[in-house]
Structure formats: C-alpha cells, structure tokens
C-alpha cells in the first residue's frame, strides 16, 4: 500500500503541482471513507486489505487520476488566473496613482508659471518709462561736449567767437543781447531807459542771463540741441544758457596778443600764462556743461516715453495742461532720472501695487536696485567733477604760496650777494 500511495502522489505532484501535495494527500485519505466501494471489496481475512485487490486500486486510480487530478487542475489554473487578474487590477490602481499624481504636478507647475511670468502693471510702467534713457543720455552727453566746445572757443578768441575781436567788442555784443532781450525797465530803480528803451525785453526772458535759479535749477527740460540739426536758428533756451554762461565764467576775457608780441619772450610767456587760465576754466565749464547739457531735450524718435511719464504726474494731481511745463515736451534725461527716482515713489499708485505675486514683486526690487545704479553712476561723475574743482582751488592757493617762497628765495640771494636778482 506505501508504494501504491507514494506512486499515486507522485504522479499528482507531477500533475497538479507541489504546492498541492499536501492538499492531495488529505484528499486521498478522506477518498478512502467517503467514496463507495461494492461490498465484494469489503473485507480479505489474511491480507493488507483492499488495496491488494487490483479491480479496487484501478478503481482508485480512475477516481484519482480522471477525476480528481482534472479537478485539481482546473482549480490551480482559475486561482492562476484569478491572481493574475488581481496583479492586473493592482497595477492598473499603480498606474491611476501615477498618472494622477504626474498630472497634479503639471497642473501645480502650470499655476505657478502663470503665477510668476504674468507681468504686473508697475513693470510695464518702469520698462516703459526707461526705454529712452539710452538716447537721451547719449543726446546729453554730446550737447555737453558742444556747449564746452563753445566757451572755450570764447575763452581762447577764436575765429568767428564773439570775443575774436578782443574784450571789448564781445562786451559790445553781450550789452546789445541785454537791451533787446534781458532788460528789466524796473531794475536799476526805473532807470535803464537809455539802454533798454521804454519796453525791455520780453517778460519770460528778462533777466535770464543773470537768473541761473530760474534758467536751470528750477527746470526739468531745457529746449536746447546744439547737436542737430547743425544749421538750425537757435531756440530761447539755448541763447540764454550761453548768454548766463556768459556773465558767470570769465566776464573780461583776455585781449588778444599781437603777433609780434608773440615773436619775443615775454610775449611766449604771456601766451602760457594764458592758457593755464584757459586749462583751469575748462574745468569749470565742464561742470557748467554736464549740468545744462542733462537738461537737453530727450530723444524725439517714435515711442519717446514723454506720454507715458506725463500720465504718472497727471496720476498725481498735476493738471493736464501744466504737465509740459514740468516736464518738458520731449524730457531730459535729467527729467526723466527724476520721474524715475523720485517721482514715481511718489505716486500711492506704487505702494498699492506692490500687493502682488512675489516673483513680480522682486523683479520690481531688481528694477529699483539698477535704476538706483544709474543714479549712483551719475553722483559718481559730479564727485569726479566736484573733486576737480577743489583741486583747482588747492591749486591756486598753491600758486600764491609759490609766488611767496620764490620771493623770498630772491631778496635772501639778493641780500647774501649784494647784487639784485633777475
């Protein structure tokens, strides 16, 4: 009977599968007691019982082995492929909580990106109002150099200056520009009619050669271009700033040397002399030209921002009708760093807009800190020009303490000598 069973379960392991075994042989066992067998078969006295009969083993092995191994077979291969079905489900719930957490983070980065990169108003409007900065510092600039050009073409006699002739004739010519054009009938306690006539001159230009509060410091935009057009009739701005300048750096300009007196020593020296005069007014009207010169009028070209800074003061209370007179038609680059680092702070419009994404609200900071690298750059170059100046003056008082040794080295050789020294 061992052999019979031990045959009987390997042919089911090979069959069914090892994991049933176990389960095989409890279903062999309870076949023994459950199954109906003939009553023929019931009982052998002297023998190991029915399994000794072959009729009842080929009896077990075809309930064994058609019966129950087919079942068994049909059983393992629906758990199979029930547990395969459920490994689908399982990985198509894997795949759900992938796909679903994917698009959530698409969704999270397409809120953000609509967050961050959606522009706010107060960039527009600093991107605007900067835009033509660059041309009209490069407009200041080049008058700068023209109106310096200019003085020192006065300063030195030059041809076709107004002092070529010498002192006195440019004198001629700056009171003939008073009488038509600068003359107050008032000053002077009512008396300047044997110069200016019963009428003076026009009441916006009165006295502007001389008002330098009024003709500059006081004004954002100067109706100034000595660049272009080159032959252009001069406007009002621009004869008043030279004729201030005029009575503000070297009034009595120098007469001028005859030739001859140039083919002598001392004629040389005279000339030298002279030109350290010229060197050290240049240095001023360097620092008179900056300051005009920013106030030239800004670039004319298509999308100048003059509409747009005009609306930030109309914004602030600024009458429509009067903002040109703040600002200028075409502003300066001087009116334009002012809206720019002043003006615009101004306006609550700029605090309550900064309720807003805070990606929007570095870059304004981003704004603010190179703006304010501009105006540092500015405050640097009017250092440089204010540090010149005060060398100039160190270097004067210099000159006088020089003159002062050098005469006492010359009366203490004089007196150790005897003899007076040249």
Same mark, same amino acid.
């Given at each position: ?228 057009? +080159? !032959? ?5 701005? @621009?004869?008043? &700033?030279?004729?201030?300048?005029? *009575? %503000? #750096? ?56 003059? +509409? !747009? ?5 109309? @914004?602030?209370? &600024?009458?429509?009708?009067?903002? *040109? %007179? #703040? ?96």
């Amino acid at each position: 009977m061992t052999d019979v069973l031990r045959n009987i379960l390997s042919k089911a392991s090979r069959a069914a599968g090892g994991s049933l075994r176990l389960l095989l042989l409890v279903a062999i066992i309870a076949g023994f007691y459950l199954t109906p067998v003939a009553k023929t078969y019931a009982a052998h006295k002297g023998t190991d019982g029915a399994l000794d009969d072959p009729a009842h083993v080929a009896l077990l092995k075809n309930i064994i082995i058609e019966t129950w191994l087919p079942a068994y077979n049909l059983m393992t291969q629906q758990f199979t492929v029930a547990m395969m079905h459920q490994m689908v489900m399982l990985g198509a719930f894997f795949d759900a909580k992938q796909q679903l957490e994917t698009q959530t983070l698409m969704q999270q980065m397409m809120a953000e990106a609509h967050k961050d990169y959606h522009p706010s108003m107060q960039m527009c409007r600093i991107g605007t109002n900067t835009r033509s900065l660059t041309a009209s510092e490069a407009r200041y600039r080049a008058n700068t150099q023209t109106i310096e050009a200019g003085l020192m073409q006065r300063e030195t006699l030059s041809a076709n200056a107004p002092t070529s002739a010498g002192p006195d004739s440019d004198k001629r010519s700056r009171l003939q520009k008073f009488a038509d054009t600068y003359c107050d009938i008032r000053d002077n306690n009512n008396q300047l009619a044997p110069i200016c006539g019963n009428s003076g001159g026009p009441d916006t230009r009165v006295n502007k050669d001389v008002d330098y509060t009024r003709m500059i410091e006081n004004t954002l935009t100067l109706d100034i271009n000595f660049v272009e057009p +080159p !032959f252009a009739p001069a406007t009002d701005d @621009e004869e008043d &700033v030279m004729s201030l300048a005029y *009575n %503000l #750096f070297a009034h009595d300009t120098f007469t001028r040397i005859p030739e001859r007196h140039l083919m002598q020593d001392y004629g040389k020296d005279e000339l030298l002399d002279t030109r350290s005069v010229h060197a050290m007014r240049s240095v001023v009207f360097n620092s008179y030209a900056h300051i005009v010169g920013m106030r030239a009028r800004g670039s004319e070209e298509e999308g100048q921002v003059g +509409p !747009f800074m005009k609306s930030i003061l109309v @914004e602030m209370g &600024v009458p429509e009708a009067e903002v *040109n %007179l #703040f600002l200028g038609k075409f502003p300066s680059y001087f009116a334009q760093m002012e809206v720019l680092t002043k003006k615009l702070y101004q306006n609550p419009t700029f605090f309550t807009q900064l309720y807003e994404k805070p990606a929007n609200v570095d870059r304004i900071g981003a704004s603010m800190q190179a703006i304010k690298l501009m105006q540092d750059r500015d405050r640097f170059e009017s250092a440089l020009r204010r540090e010149m100046l005060i060398s100039l003056i160190l270097e004067l008082k210099l000159r006088e303490e020089q003159k002062n040794i050098s005469n006492n080295i010359l009366t203490s050789v004089s007196s150790f000598l005897g003899d007076p020294v040249q």
